[in-house]
């Protein structure tokens, strides 16, 4: 039988109320940064008549991927109840090889891409094994590390110099979009697929006997979200070309399919595997996850492994939008957004608890806080503050919300 002709026990105000009842518990979730991305754009959308155009909307997903992408690979890291300071300057390091390789050596994209990864991934191995097998603080770690990584920076890029890249494969993952067509096409298969795995969920608690999540509210909630990926999908469908004769812009950007490919793996290895459940396990109770069998040294290398491997990735991003690496690629402010955007989006800095998708909300909160106040005209400085009040906040939260929990 299928799970729409199963008719659950449990009745919309139960679910509400359990639903009400977890929140009080202190499983809050990602709902801050969904009421804050809601407010934010209102309030910007109405002080500004370009924020809410398709041009910008455009813009803002591209400006905010390469830090979503490292916020990704923090959130391994952040559920362990560590820190990498490191993932900036690493994903310029790798960045830089990246560039190295295409430029200098005349190496097809794809060879020095996967060799960047390598290089990324080593890079985590190192941090990850000397947090787990030495037992040095991982702040320690990798503030040494971000030191060592600049350093390394300015070597391969050379101080106030600058590597092109004129690559069209890579250049065109940030600054070329899908055509409108194929853009429908991506986001009838990327609703279909979700829509297909809310079922599969819903009726597999259900043979299995397990509480299961009313039909009815995933049903309005899965609705909801699809018409909201619709009015997105129209929305950069539009000409976004001031001179549209020369140059047209139509369709979604290329990065964003990367982005969302990253969080469907990254969301089935956390959800889905018992590599994942191990970083809970680890990140909730590191003691009790050893006892219970687990390998917390090899946990806690791998989870940095896959940090500074999308570090990586997020160095090709950068490398794709600013057509070159320079020394200051992946500083800055760039990890203080990264983490900022984990965090904001719902990952506890304490461990045991935040997914995949918190750092594409974050990103997007954190993004759209620079993008709109540089639209009003605001200081660099007020933005930071503004950002760092966020932040600020969004910690809070997770602190009383776990103390709560505790309560419960």
Not at 281 to 309: D, L, Q
Request: proline share 2%; net charge positive.
């Amino acid at each position: 039988m299928s799970t729409i002709d199963v008719e659950s026990s449990v009745t919309l105000k139960e679910s509400m109320g359990d639903y009400w009842s977890r929140v009080k518990a202190g499983d809050i979730g990602a709902l801050p940064a969904v009421l804050g991305l809601v407010a934010l754009c209102a309030v910007f959308g109405a002080m500004s008549d370009v924020f809410l155009t398709p041009g910008n909307f455009a813009n803002l997903l591209t400006q905010a991927a390469a830090v979503i992408v490292i916020a990704m690979g923090l959130v391994f890291v952040l559920l362990l109840g560590e820190i990498d300071l490191s993932a900036g300057y690493a994903s310029g390091v790798c960045g830089a090889v990246l560039v190295i390789l295409i430029t200098n050596k005349g190496w097809p994209w794809y060879a020095a891409l996967a060799v960047s990864i390598l290089v990324g991934a080593v890079l985590g191995f190192s941090i990850g094994s000397l947090v787990s097998r030495l037992g040095i603080p991982s702040f320690v770690v990798t503030l040494a590390a971000f030191l060592g990584f600049q350093g390394l920076l300015l070597l391969l890029a050379g101080e106030g110099g600058t590597i092109r890249i004129e690559d069209k494969v890579i250049l065109s993952v940030e600054n070329n979009n899908l055509t409108p067509a194929a853009s429908w096409v991506f986001f009838i298969l990327a609703a279909g697929t979700y829509v297909l795995l809310g079922l599969n969920r819903i009726n597999n608690r259900r043979k299995a006997g397990l509480k299961s999540e009313l039909f009815k509210l995933w049903l309005a909630k899965t609705s909801g979200l699809l018409l909201v990926m619709a009015i997105a999908v129209y929305a950069l469908n539009l000409e976004r070309s001031n001179n549209p004769d020369l140059v047209s812009l139509k369709g979604i950007p290329i990065v964003v399919p990367v982005i969302l490919g990253l969080l469907v793996i990254g969301t089935f290895v956390l959800g889905r595997t018992a590599f994942g459940r191990h970083i809970y396990a680890v990140g909730g109770n590191a003691e009790a996850a050893r006892r219970a069998g687990i390998n917390v040294k090899r946990v806690r290398t791998a989870a940095f492994v896959i940090c500074s491997s999308l570090s990586a990735i997020a160095g090709m991003l950068f490398a794709s939008r600013q057509n070159s690496i320079s020394p200051t690629t992946g500083g800055s402010s760039t990890l203080l957004y990264a983490v900022g955007a984990a965090v904001i989006g719902g990952t506890s800095l304490f461990g045991g608890k935040g997914k995949m998708r918190d750092a594409i909300l974050g990103g997007l909160v954190v993004a759209v806080i620079d993008n709109g106040m540089g639209l009003l005209g605001y200081a660099a400085g007020i933005k930071y503050i503004v950002t760092g009040a966020v932040l600020l906040v969004s910690a809070g939260v997770d602190a009383v919300s776990r103390r709560g929990a505790s309560s419960t």
